[in-house]
């Protein structure tokens, strides 16, 4: 039960970061250019969840946690 709702946790952090991600490159059409666009999306903390939802989602479906 604590494996599904960490999975079901990581899952909503992961496509509430991700789609603020693809939001940003609405900036894109404001006339940034890419290279602005992308720098601030790295330095952006969205970046970060998402990788680190990924990362759980992960560990939680192969069971890499003892």
Known sequence: MNRFVLFLFSYGMCVVSCSHLILY????TLGYSWTAVFYYI??????????GALVMMFIVVYGLSP
């Open 25 to 28: 490159l609405n900036y894109r």
């Open 42 to 51: 790295l330095h952006a903390a969205e970046l970060y969840i998402a990788l």
